[in-house]
């Protein structure tokens, strides 16, 4: 199966991450038309960015390859299912399909434990770990109100 030419690679490449001590064992292929158009490693703690998880740098990568802010027609293929933020990058950016090889629970299993984050979201506002608290909503939705009447804008 062409598929699982990807996903070993992505799982080959999470083991020589792993092996430098580049922190998490994971990495992200994504595949247009048979081919890599996008690579990402986990790169937080060595980038000392949080948001630098395997498939948002994939994602990162392959748009910029591809001149495009969306991957149409494109497969991803994971070394372990995303997590909540990779996920919503990963709608964000609209691939055609999600390949993944570990699952979360493979992942909690080895101290990757995203389960909090889960928990937070069923939290009302207020009362999660990081409080929220809305300011300047009339000013802000003014400008939202302008993109609505602006004639060239770039639609997504």
Avoid at 18 to 42: H, L, Q, T
Avoid at 78 to 106: F, H, Q, V, W
Avoid at 126 to 150: G, W
Wanted: charged letters at 30%; a neutral charge.
């Amino acid at each position: 199966m062409a598929g699982e030419k990807f996903m070993d690679e992505a799982i080959a490449l999470s083991l020589e991450n792993m092996e430098k001590n580049a922190w998490g064992p994971f990495w992200c292929v994504i595949v247009k038309d048979g081919k890599i158009v996008g690579r990402g490693r986990n790169q937080v703690t060595s980038t000392n960015d949080p948001t630098a998880h395997a498939e948002v740098v994939a994602i990162r990568d392959a748009c910029k390859n591809l001149n495009s802010f969306q991957l149409d027609d494109c497969e991803l293929y994971t070394s372990c299912e995303p997590c909540l933020m990779c996920l919503g990058a990963i709608y964000r950016a609209r691939p055609k399909k999600i390949y993944y090889a570990n699952t979360s629970k493979d992942a909690a299993d080895i101290w990757f434990d995203d389960a909090f984050i889960y928990k937070e979201l069923d939290k009302k506002l207020a009362d999660r770990k990081i409080p929220m608290e809305q300011l300047l909503r009339n000013e802000a939705n003014a400008v939202f109100q302008k993109r609505v009447e602006k004639q060239d804008k770039i639609q997504y």
